[in-house]
């Protein structure tokens, strides 16, 4: 059982997050003590995790090492679907006390459960998260992360109340209320996905607010979606803020498995809770520390469902070097590609993030814009629209034709694809409450 650490002063002190600092070969016994009890738990408790044991015959008692955890079957999302919607657990259903899951856009959801001490880790790692980015308990909270069967908006209520911060338990959507509650009830931080704040400041400028002289916010935490350093430096030259990247999934807790420090340089993984390795997505070897592949996350405290080596389809690399904040858990580096967000266009791997660092690197004004796929007698083209700002105006339609150009370019540039620029009117991009849809794939419909 993790201890309640929070001190009551004003929020300078937090002991839990000694955690973060714990000498490094501590670090490693703790893991690796913790990994033999959850293989153990799972080999007991989930008939899909002994099966695959047995087959790889494999017992709990080969985790002698931390390096054994690769002699674990994989898991992957597919798992969770499969044994919908309790096949995973690994407590009785009287043990559990709170159910989280997906949104299933497509078939069946996938269900994730928490026993009490599942619900204190997280907790825990959220306050954690929300330290190391500065959130205290003077500030107040506008958590725009939705409420309900998705992770995001209770994970971060919990950890945010165990601050003892002030929460405002808002949700999504509803733009021009969550301008006048960010106003009227002096918030100081927010929570919430990067697109969606980033369409809160235009909202912002059109009720006629100037989001550093009317708004007091200072500081946000951001996730749920991929999102690159030139988003991270759009947000903050527009709004006066400093914006943290929070990771999570929900498979593995929900928000809270890593968070970024002052140095916003990558999340920091609350490795005692969270045992990373990083996989070559096509062969599942592991690569050195420093390389890029596949993010594999093993929970070591969890109960109700512990996941072992999940396989998140997120693409980073740890980061070897030491972060001057001085904590000794290890950071990745910023996640900004999913391989489930790429798309092959003739025979090309592109990312969503991609084109937006290339028309980020054009125009230092954040366009808002959507990629969309189309198959033309049977030749796939690529149309990427961008929204004009008001930046982006240029005087003359040639001018404006130059603009088109020079974002084509330097897409070509960063993808190698000759692509179509369109530049739509403000407005024109559908806006999402949670997550941004970049990619409109219309190349199988008849
Ligand atoms: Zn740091």
């Given amino acids: 059982m993790i201890p309640h650490l929070w001190n009551d002063l004003e929020g300078t002190f937090f002991p839990e997050s000694a955690l973060d600092y714990m000498p490094e070969d501590r670090l490693r016994e703790v893991q690796l003590q913790r990994l033999k009890a959850v293989t153990a738990l799972a080999y007991d408790r989930v008939p899909l995790f002994r099966e695959r044991m047995t087959a790889k015959g494999a017992k709990p008692a080969d985790v002698r090492r931390l390096e054994d955890v690769r002699r674990l079957p994989f898991m992957v999302k597919n798992d969770l679907r499969d044994t919908y919607p309790y096949g995973l657990f690994a ?16 078939g069946k959801p996938i269900v994730v459960g928490y026993t009490a001490q599942d619900m204190d880790v997280w907790k825990q790692a959220i306050m954690r998260s929300l330290y190391s980015a500065g959130f205290r308990r003077a500030d107040v909270v506008q958590n725009m992360y939705g409420y309900g069967l998705f992770t995001g908006g209770l994970g971060l209520h919990g950890g945010l109340e165990g601050i003892g911060a002030t929460v405002i338990p808002i949700s999504g959507g509803n733009s021009e209320r969550q301008i006048m509650v960010m106003k009227d009830f002096g918030v100081t931080a927010v929570c919430s996905t990067p697109s969606y704040f980033i369409h809160l400041i235009e909202v912002a400028q059109k009720m006629g607010l100037d989001f550093k002289r009317d708004l007091k916010v200072r500081r946000g935490v951001f996730g749920a979606e991929p999102w690159t350093d030139h988003m991270r ?11 943290y990247d929070i990771y999570g999934l929900s498979e593995i807790i929900g928000p809270g498995v890593g968070n970024e420090c002052e140095y916003q340089d990558g999340p920091h993984i609350f490795e005692d809770h969270f045992l990373v390795e990083i996989v070559d997505p096509a062969t599942l070897e592991p690569v050195p520390d420093g390389q890029e592949g596949e993010l594999v996350i093993t929970t070591l405290s969890k109960q109700a469902m512990p996941v072992i080596r999940y396989r998140t389809r997120d693409i980073t690399a740890i980061d070897i070097r030491p972060c001057r904040c001085g904590r ?9 590609r999913r391989s489930d967000d790429m798309f092959i266009i003739r025979g090309v791997n592109v990312f969503p993030t991609q084109i937006e660092t290339a028309l980020l690197k054009t125009e230092a004004s ?18 990427v629209r961008v929204e004009v700002t008001g930046d982006m105006l240029r005087d003359s339609v040639g001018e404006m034709e130059q603009l088109q150009k020079r974002f084509a370019r330097s897409i070509e540039q960063i993808t190698g694809l000759h692509t179509t620029v369109t530049l739509v009117q403000p407005g024109s991009i559908p806006r999402s409450a949670g997550k941004a849809k970049r990619l409109l794939d219309t190349r199988n419909e008849a």
Avoid at 91 to 106: D, F, I, K, N, Y
Avoid at 366 to 383: A, C, F, N, W
């Fill in 366 to 383: 954040l366009p808002h814009y959507q990629i969309v796929l189309t198959r033309k007698s049977g030749l796939d083209q690529m149309e």
């Fill in 91 to 106: 407590v009785p259903m009287s043990e559990v006390v709170r159910l989280h899951a997906s949104s299933g856009t497509t």
């Fill in 233 to 243: 430096q759009y947000i903050e030259a527009a709004s006066g803020i400093k914006a």
């Fill in 328 to 336: 000794t858990i290890r950071r990745i580096r910023r996640i900004s």
